[in-house]
Each structure stands twice: as structure tokens, then as C-alpha cells.
């Protein structure tokens, strides 16, 4: 009985195993068929490890963060060497030199008109940098010095974010958010300065070896006299970002809401500042220049009375000011969304209006492409061979009804039809693959029946009749082998034209909401506007849908050899 | 049977086709839309003047005397009801959409029906050539090309980059217009009508190139085509002059079917280039839920696939003599 059974299954492999087998070989052999099989395997494989393909989340904002530099001298701004790829957060200037330290532990040398990366062991993201007789910079956790070119860990402080720094002849202070100040010794090391301030620190900066002062949040200001912090007697109200001591007698601090606190060498006064926005950074050139910065490229300028508006055009987030000999420098950066990106290293494909990553769009859009491809070809053809057969072998009355059926389905244009059905329901992936499967297998099924209708009529098929097969069997198992090759061309041509429907549909926004297609991303071009200039947007998943039909195409047109060998010797 | 016969019966198989559709139309629309008057009626109204309105459109009618009145109003009287979006009978909108539709179809089926054959003849003359294989790729490639991505590329490179050819409407805005005729009679309108026509024909040369070629190659093995050459013919000649007559049929009645098909199929070409036809005004009533609109939109695109086959089955008729009954295989 076993054996019987293994035979039976074996003559099954035999028959289907050949059916399969022989579309194979002819696509192989035809060298267009060929390519479309390679970039149909291409493509499969995209789809199946799309998630380790893609670079990021389809829907994630790219945000980009910009470090810049300008040169602010008396009523001009310019702007300096290329932009960084991240965020400056301070700058010092020496001579012709500067040095701008910001986010992931990067730090950058501006000399000569360029600018030069250097090597740092941390990742950390640096808030202060200051260049004198020494050079250090300082950030989260950690405390870097540089030593001919060369930076190296001086301190690590775990949970100190490390945000000012200031360095006077041989003295040097450090202070961290959370109020840890440190000092450096002439010896080159730092050592706690005890003090019973509680409050986030913000900036620091230092007159001369013995003088200077800290501030922080909540108006904090403290003066640094001889080795110790105490408190000024007066309090102002808003968080302190930034101090500068140009003189013992002359120091300026910034903060919140644009307040603006100057030191005339016995007190601190508030003084009027023209910006009710945020300041981040001051410095003083000299008793006759000032600046202050801010965000949304706020810059103040005082000329020794008062404080003016300068209009730099410019609208970054200015974040750090450094000064020598009469140079200004600002440094800024902000996150910004990254849109409409052309291609770049980062996004190969450049990125939408909302910045998101084209390529990983792409790659995920295979997926939804194949599926749609998979799934409604499969239906067709279900649909499709089995009225064609049942047409083809029964003939008669249920012939005529069936092609009736098919001539109504004719008579029904497919993108108008879906329009319909969507309008009815609501899209989704299963409207597109119901839209194709219901209008797709008219086709099939006139095929598949007038291949049959010559099949059923071959001795084989009156053999199997007189040995008393039933019609299911004569159907199945005698006449679908023959018509498998058909089948397959048609499966081609379905897939092929569902991609097609899929990202038709798509494209006129009626497709499967929330999932990403090629259709989907030229649907979001058009709605942006940008499609009439952002090539890169509308390029790739366009020439991927051509690529998959094409592709499909040339493997369909090699298979037809075997279900019409007339062709072979036209081509 | 005899030609008249034979007409005559697709004749009715058409009409019988089209009340079908019509049928499966209302139910489908009585499904998604179960109580019109929800989509009719303002909020707030009471219960008596919302039984008024249900009357005055017929609604407190039994289901199948309502079927009937649709089938009167929409084949019989040309009524489609009021647009929800318009708030005016849908009938003239539609009209005047589709001889939009039409005319950007028409002439561009035209320029694809004449351009793809006369191709389809050289790829079979040159064959086995780099020519031919080239020919088929680019035959395949597009017919592929999804048409709305060409066309988006055409608006970019020749209408933005270049700035060669207005890349929106039938005509720049604002303009002054009696009627159809006298809106599309102008050196304006061609101007606008070039590029989509492009996307269009390009999209539509690849079928009859191809086809042509396949008929062609069946051609060049019969008899008369000796003869020719056995006449001295030039092969120019044979090619296009014996050879490419007789094998136009399939190609022709291809067009016919095309033509029809277009009026509904082509969607995206309209709302690329912000063509007023009838595909993109469906759009907008699938995407306003204007029923009754979409279902007038989709009556005539549905009825101009049925008449342009029915055309051409009478072109099979008349164009080859030795075919007197078509589908006579079945």
C-alpha cells in the first residue's frame, strides 16, 4: 500500500517536476530572459532583506545638524569655510587659529582658510573649548587637552557635564552643570574648588589669575576671588548662559529672555538689551566692542554705551563666541529637518520634504511591490485557470455562461473600476490585490480555456476517459500538466501588471495607507510640489517599477516560446 | 450566419453587457451609500422635510421600482443624478470632461497607432540586427515605464528645466472660451497638449510596434510576398507597401479597443498634467465620496470599452473580406 503510494507521488514529481523544470531551461537560454531573471532575483532579494538593507526606519525624520562659523568684525558678518556635519557648541580663537569643539567628541581646527578634523578619544559631546597658554576642552564627563595637535583624556568625571571653561596665565577653572568647579593647578592638575552653591552652573571665565566669575541658572552669579566662590550680592531673576571678564572691572553676562548683566568693578547691574530672546554667548574685543549671541541668529553688538541689533541675514542658532585680537568668531548649529536633500553619502537617494530617507523608502517599497505582485497573480491565476478549464472541458452551456462572465469583465476599465471599489470601502492592500484579482483573470481564463478546448480533445484525454477517470481527475491531472506552461506566462504577466495596478493606485493616493510603495513615495512627490525639481525623489522608485515589469516582461516573453512553440523559429 | 447576424448579436450582447454593469452599479452603490438622503440631506432637518426630500427623489419607492428609474434616468433620458459636489446635474460636467478626455486620447492614440506600426515594420526588415533587439527592448521597456512617472519626468526636464512647454490645463489661465471648439482651436492649446501627448503615444507605441512585428513575421513566409520579390520589387516597397497592408488589421482593431479604453484608463496622465478630463474628475468625486458623479463617470467609461469592442469587431469585419464570421474558432 506504502509502495503504492510512493509510485503515485513519484509519477506526480515526474510529471510536474518536468512541467517545472522546462520553463526554466528556456529562460535561461534566452539571453533577455536571462537579464530579467537577474534583476527579478535583484530585486526579490532587496525585498527579503529589505530591514538590513535599508539604512533607517522608512518614516524617521532626518534631522541634520550644522556646525557653522562666522567672522562678525564691525557691522558685517561673514561666514567661514565649509559647514560641519556637526554641531559646533564653542569656539576659541588663537592668533589666526581657531578651534571649535561640538557634538560626538568632534573638534575642528579652522587655520589657513580650511578646516581640518581632529582625532579625539571620546565620543562625548564637548560644550567648552578654551586655547591659551594651554589648550582644553571640556564636555560631557570628560576633560580633553591638546598637546601638539594631539588630544588626550585629562579628567573623566562620570554624570559632569562639563560647560565652561576658562584659562588666565597659569590658573584655569572648570565648572560642570551639576556645580562641580574645578581648578587647575600651576602643577597642570585639576583639584575640586569647595563651595556651597547649589544650582546648575553655566559658563565661567576668569579677568586675570585670581578674578573671575561663574554663572548659572536662576540668575546665579558668582565671583571667584583668590581661590574661592562667593556670591555677588546681586541677584538677577533669569538663567545666566554665558560670562565674560575682560577686566576686573569690566564684565559682561548674558541670559535668558536676552537679559543682559554688565560689572563695572564693584557691582552688577542689569542693563537694557534690544532682544527679548534668549543669549547664549558673550565676548568683549575691547572696552569699545562687544558681542552677544543667540539663537535664530540673534547677534548684539555694543559699541560702549549700548547694545544694538546686528542683521546678519542669518537665522541658525548661534550657540558660542570666541574673541582675539579683534577677530570675532561665532560658531552655531542646529538640528534641522533635513529636507529635500539631493543624494549624499548619507542618503543615497536624498531625502523627502520631510526628511526622510528615499532609499529606505525604495527598499521597503519592493516589498510591498512583490507582495501585491505575489498574492494578486496567484489569485488570477486560481480564478482564471480553473473557469478556463471548467470552460474548456465541459464546453456547452457552462462554456457560454462562463465567457459571458468573462465579456462583462471586459467591458470593466480596471483603474476606474478600483476607483470604485475604493470609493465603496476603504484602501487597503487588499482592495489593490481584490481590484486586480476580479479584473486580471478574464484573460487567463479565454487562454487557458481555448488551450484546453484543443488538449481535452487528444487521444490521452479519451484514453483516461475510457479507463474511467472522473472529469476532476481528467481535469487535473491530465490536462493541467499541459497547460502549466501557460499558466506560468500568465503568472508572469498578472505579477507584471499588478505592480503596475499596485503602484498606479498608489500613486493616485488611493492605495494601502501606511505601508510604503513606489507608487506611495511619487504620491507624496506630487502632494509636496517638490516633484518638479527634486529628481532624486521621483527617479528610483519610478525606474524600479519599470525595471520589475520590464524584468518580468522579457522572462514572460521566453516562456511564451513554450506555450505557442510556433514562435521558436520567428525569433 | 452572415455579417449582419453576427453584428446584430454583439449588438444585443452589448446592450445586455451594459445593463449588467448598470445593475451591478446601483447595488454596488446601495451597498456603500444604504440611505442616499444621509449624503443629501443638511443636518438638522426634521423628520417630516427629510420624508419630503426622500419622496421628491424618489427614495420612499420600493427597491426595484427605484432600480428601474435608474435604468430609465441613465440610458433612456441621460440623467445621472445631481453632483454632491456641484451641486448641478452631472450629465453636461461629464460630457464636457470626456471631449477633454478625447481629444488629448485621440490625437495621441493617433500619433502612437502611426509612429508604432511603421517601427514595427523596420524591426521586422532589419531583423536579427542590434536594431530589432533594441526596437523590442524599447518596446518593452515602455510599455513598462509607468506612464505617470514618465510623465512626471517629462514635466520636470521639458516643462520646468527647460521651460519649453506649459506643464499644466488645456490652456493658460486665464482665457476666454465660447465652447469646446473654441477652446482646443488654438496654437495655446497645442502648446499645452504636447507634452501629455508624448507620455501618452510613447506609452501606447510599444503595443502595435510589436504586435505589427508578430503579424509581419507571419506575412513574410507566405507566397505573395515571393511574388513581389520575384517581380524585382524593391524591398522597401514589398516591406511597406504588400507586406505592412496586410498585416494593419490586428493593429487597427487594437487602436479601437485602445480608444476605448483610455477614455477611463489613463487617470494618472490627467492629474499629472492637471488635464480637466473625465479620469481626474472621478478622482476627485472618489475622493469628495461625490456618488453620483463617480457613477455616471464610471457608466460612460464602462459604456465606451463596450462600444469602441463592439467597433472593432465591425473593423474585423470590414477591413479583411476572408474573415466573415470572427470568432468562429470558439
Same mark, same amino acid.
Given at each position: 500500500?506504502?509502495?503504492?503510494? /510512493?509510485?503515485?507521488?513519484?509519477?506526480?514529481?515526474?510529471?510536474?517536476?518536468?512541467?517545472?523544470?522546462?520553463?526554466?531551461?528556456?529562460?535561461? %537560454?534566452?539571453?533577455?530572459? !536571462?537579464?530579467?531573471?537577474?534583476?527579478? #532575483?535583484?530585486?526579490?532579494?532587496?525585498?527579503?532583506?529589505?530591514?538590513?538593507?535599508?539604512?533607517?526606519?522608512?518614516?524617521?525624520?532626518?534631522?541634520?545638524?550644522?556646525?557653522?562659523?562666522?567672522?562678525?568684525?564691525?557691522?558685517?558678518?561673514? %561666514?567661514?569655510?565649509?559647514?560641519?556635519?556637526?554641531?559646533?557648541?564653542?569656539?576659541?580663537?588663537?592668533?589666526?587659529?581657531?578651534?571649535?569643539?561640538?557634538?560626538?567628541?568632534?573638534?575642528?581646527?579652522?587655520?589657513?582658510?580650511?578646516?581640518?578634523?581632529?582625532? #579625539?578619544?571620546?565620543?562625548?559631546?564637548?560644550?567648552?573649548?578654551?586655547?591659551?597658554? %594651554?589648550?582644553?576642552?571640556?564636555? /560631557?564627563?570628560?576633560?580633553?587637552?591638546?598637546?601638539?595637535?594631539?588630544?588626550?583624556?585629562?579628567?573623566?568625571?562620570?554624570? @559632569?557635564?562639563?560647560?565652561?571653561?576658562?584659562?588666565?596665565?597659569?590658573?584655569? !577653572?572648570?565648572?560642570?552643570?551639576?556645580? @562641580?568647579?574645578?581648578?587647575?593647578?600651576?602643577?597642570?592638575?585639576?583639584?575640586?574648588?569647595?563651595?556651597k552653591e547649589r544650582g546648575k552652573m553655566a559658563a565661567v571665565s576668569l579677568a586675570n589669575e585670581n578674578f573671575g566669575f561663574v554663572v548659572g541658572e536662576r540668575g546665579m552669579l558668582l565671583r571667584f576671588e583668590n581661590g574661592s566662590l562667593r556670591r555677588e550680592p546681586v541677584r538677577a531673576f533669569r538663567d545666566l548662559n554665558?560670562?565674560?571678564?575682560?577686566?576686573?572691572?569690566?564684565?559682561?553676562?548674558?541670559?535668558?529672555?536676552?537679559? =543682559?548683566?554688565?560689572?563695572?568693578? @564693584?557691582?552688577?547691574?542689569?542693563?537694557?538689551?534690544?532682544?527679548?530672546?534668549?543669549?547664549?554667548?558673550?565676548?568683549?574685543?575691547?572696552?569699545?566692542?562687544?558681542?552677544?549671541?543667540?539663537?535664530?541668529?540673534?547677534?548684539?553688538?555694543?559699541?560702549?554705551?549700548?547694545?544694538?541689533?546686528?542683521? @546678519?541675514?542669518?537665522?541658525?542658532?548661534?550657540?558660542?563666541?570666541?574673541?582675539? /585680537?579683534?577677530?570675532?568668531?561665532?560658531?552655531?548649529?542646529?538640528?534641522?529637518?533635513?529636507?529635500?536633500?539631493?543624494?549624499?553619502?548619507?542618503?543615497?537617494?536624498?531625502?523627502?520634504?520631510?526628511? %526622510?530617507?528615499?532609499?529606505?523608502? #525604495?527598499?521597503?517599497?519592493?516589498?510591498?511591490?512583490?507582495?501585491?505582485?505575489?498574492?494578486?497573480?496567484?489569485?488570477?491565476?486560481? =480564478?482564471?485557470?480553473?473557469?478556463?478549464?471548467?470552460?474548456?472541458?465541459?464546453?456547452?452551456?457552462?462554456?457560454?455562461?462562463?465567457?459571458? *462572465?468573462?465579456? *462583462?469583465?471586459?467591458?470593466?476599465?480596471?483603474?476606474?473600476?478600483?476607483?470604485?471599489?475604493?470609493?465603496?470601502?476603504?484602501?487597503?492592500?487588499?482592495?489593490?490585490?481584490?481590484?486586480?484579482?476580479?479584473?486580471?483573470?478574464?484573460?487567463?481564463?479565454?487562454?487557458?480555456?481555448?488551450?484546453?478546448?484543443?488538449?481535452?480533445?487528444?487521444?490521452?484525454v479519451k484514453a483516461a476517459r475510457a479507463a474511467g477517470a472522473s472529469d476532476f481527475r481528467i481535469m487535473f491531472v491530465h490536462i493541467a500538466p499541459n497547460i502549466l506552461p501557460l499558466v506560468f506566462l500568465q503568472l508572469a504577466v498578472a505579477a507584471g501588471f499588478a505592480i503596475t495596478a499596485e503602484a498606479t493606485l498608489s500613486f493616485l493616493g488611493l492605495g494601502p495607507p501606511r505601508m510604503h510603495s513606489w507608487g506611495t513615495i511619487l504620491h507624496a512627490a506630487r502632494l509636496s510640489g517638490a516633484w518638479r525639481t527634486a529628481w532624486w525623489w521621483i527617479v528610483p522608485p519610478g525606474a524600479l517599477i519599470m525595471l520589475t515589469v520590464v524584468s518580468i516582461f522579457f522572462i514572460a516573453r521566453a516562456l511564451e516560446v513554450l506555450s505557442n512553440p510556433r514562435l521558436k523559429n520567428e525569433r | 450566419m452572415n455579417r449582419k447576424t453576427y453584428l446584430l448579436s454583439r449588438f444585443l450582447q452589448l446592450v445586455a453587457t451594459f445593463l449588467i454593469i448598470l445593475t451591478m452599479l446601483f447595488f454596488?452603490?446601495?451597498?456603500a451609500l444604504p440611505d442616499p438622503t444621509t449624503a443629501l440631506v443638511v443636518e438638522g432637518l426634521s423628520a417630516e422635510e427629510q420624508q419630503l426630500v426622500r419622496e421628491k427623489f424618489g427614495l420612499h419607492l420600493p427597491l426595484w421600482r427605484q432600480y428601474f428609474i435608474y435604468l430609465r434616468n441613465s440610458v433612456f433620458l441621460g440623467e445621472f443624478g445631481t453632483s454632491f459636489h456641484y451641486k448641478a446635474p452631472v450629465g453636461p460636467i461629464i460630457f464636457e470632461k470626456f471631449l477633454n478626455t478625447m481629444v488629448l486620447m485621440v490625437v495621441a492614440i493617433l500619433i502612437s497607432y502611426t509612429v508604432g506600426p511603421a517601427l514595427g515594420v523596420l524591426l521586422t526588415w532589419k531583423r536579427g540586427g542590434k536594431l530589432e533587439i533594441g526596437g523590442i527592448v524599447a518596446g518593452l521597456v515602455f510599455r513598462s515605464a509607468p506612464m505617470f512617472w514618465t510623465g512626471m519626468l517629462a514635466v520636470m526636464f521639458f516643462g520646468v528645466s527647460l521651460g519649453w512647454f506649459p506643464t499644466s490645463g488645456m490652456r493658460t489661465l486665464p482665457f476666454d472660451s465660447t465652447g469646446f471648439l473654441d477652446t482646443v482651436f488654438t496654437l495655446d492649446f497645442l502648446h499645452h497638449l504636447f507634452l501629455p501627448a508624448l507620455v501618452v503615444s510613447i506609452y501606447y507605441m510599444g503595443l502595435p510596434m510589436l504586435?505589427?512585428?508578430?503579424?509581419?513575421?507571419?506575412?513574410?513566409?507566405?507566397?505573395?510576398?515571393?511574388?513581389?520579390?520575384?517581380?524585382?520589387?524593391?524591398?522597401?516597397?514589398?516591406?511597406?507597401?504588400?507586406?505592412?497592408?496586410?498585416?494593419?488589421?490586428p493593429v487597427v482593431t487594437q487602436a479601437a479597443i485602445t480608444i476605448g479604453l483610455a477614455v477611463g484608463g489613463q487617470v494618472v496622465v490627467e492629474v499629472v498634467f492637471s488635464w480637466p478630463g473625465l479620469g481626474r474628475e472621478m478622482l476627485q468625486a472618489v475622493r469628495t465620496s461625490d456618488y453620483p458623479m463617480a457613477q455616471g463617470a464610471f457608466m460612460l467609461m464602462a459604456f465606451m470599452v463596450l462600444a469602441m469592442n463592439f467597433v472593432a469587431d465591425a473593423l474585423y469585419g470590414v477591413l479583411d473580406p476572408r474573415v466573415s464570421v470572427p470568432g468562429e474558432g470558439r
Open positions: 500500500m506504502k509502495k503504492t503510494s /510512493d509510485l503515485r507521488r513519484s509519477a506526480f514529481w515526474k510529471i510536474y517536476g518536468k512541467m517545472f523544470a522546462e520553463p526554466f531551461r528556456v529562460v535561461v %537560454r534566452d539571453p533577455l530572459a !536571462l537579464v530579467g531573471l537577474f534583476l527579478l #532575483t535583484f530585486i526579490v532579494v532587496v525585498a527579503l532583506f529589505a530591514p538590513w538593507i535599508a539604512p533607517y526606519d522608512p518614516d524617521e525624520m532626518h534631522r541634520k545638524v550644522e556646525g557653522v562659523l562666522y567672522r562678525l568684525a564691525d557691522g558685517e558678518s561673514r %561666514r567661514l569655510g565649509a559647514e560641519r556635519s556637526f554641531p559646533l557648541n564653542a569656539v576659541t580663537v588663537r592668533g589666526d587659529e581657531a578651534i571649535a569643539v561640538g557634538g560626538e567628541g568632534r573638534v575642528a581646527r579652522y587655520r589657513n582658510g580650511g578646516w581640518v578634523e581632529e582625532r #579625539t578619544p571620546t565620543e562625548a559631546e564637548l560644550f567648552a573649548v578654551v586655547s591659551g597658554a %594651554r589648550t582644553f576642552a571640556a564636555g /560631557d564627563g570628560v576633560l580633553l587637552r591638546e598637546e601638539e595637535g594631539e588630544w588626550r583624556i585629562d579628567l573623566e568625571r562620570e554624570g @559632569t557635564l562639563f560647560k565652561g571653561l576658562a584659562l588666565a596665565g597659569d590658573s584655569g !577653572l572648570a565648572v560642570g552643570e551639576d556645580g @562641580t568647579v574645578l581648578k587647575l593647578s600651576p602643577s597642570g592638575s585639576w583639584e575640586d574648588v569647595p563651595h554665558d560670562v565674560h571678564a575682560y577686566a576686573p572691572d569690566f564684565a559682561f553676562a548674558v541670559g535668558a529672555r536676552g537679559s =543682559i548683566l554688565r560689572f563695572d568693578g @564693584t557691582r552688577w547691574q542689569e542693563m537694557f538689551g534690544p532682544e527679548t530672546r534668549d543669549l547664549r554667548a558673550v565676548r568683549i574685543v575691547n572696552e569699545k566692542l562687544a558681542f552677544a549671541v543667540g539663537p535664530f541668529g540673534v547677534v548684539l553688538k555694543y559699541d560702549g554705551t549700548s547694545w544694538t541689533v546686528v542683521d @546678519t541675514g542669518y537665522r541658525r542658532n548661534f550657540r558660542g563666541l570666541g574673541v582675539a /585680537d579683534g577677530a570675532v568668531l561665532a560658531v552655531g548649529s542646529d538640528p534641522f529637518v533635513n529636507e529635500l536633500s539631493p543624494p549624499t553619502r548619507e542618503h543615497l537617494f536624498g531625502t523627502t520634504h520631510l526628511g %526622510r530617507d528615499i532609499f529606505t523608502q #525604495t527598499v521597503y517599497g519592493s516589498r510591498t511591490a512583490l507582495l501585491v505582485a505575489i498574492l494578486a497573480s496567484l489569485v488570477v491565476s486560481v =480564478i482564471g485557470v480553473n473557469v478556463g478549464l471548467v470552460a474548456g472541458y465541459f464546453r456547452g452551456r457552462t462554456d457560454d455562461i462562463l465567457m459571458r *462572465i468573462v465579456d *462583462i469583465m471586459y467591458a470593466l476599465p480596471f483603474e476606474p473600476f478600483a476607483m470604485i471599489l475604493v470609493l465603496i470601502f476603504n484602501p487597503s492592500i487588499w482592495i489593490v490585490i481584490l481590484a486586480v484579482g476580479l479584473l486580471t483573470w478574464r484573460t487567463n481564463a479565454r487562454v487557458v480555456r481555448s488551450q484546453v478546448l484543443s488538449i481535452a480533445r487528444r487521444p490521452f | 454596488l452603490f446601495r451597498l504586435i505589427m512585428r508578430n503579424t509581419m513575421l507571419e506575412i513574410m513566409g507566405e507566397d505573395f510576398i515571393e511574388l513581389c520579390r520575384a517581380k524585382g520589387l524593391k524591398e522597401r516597397v514589398v516591406m511597406y507597401g504588400h507586406a505592412a497592408r496586410n498585416a494593419l488589421l
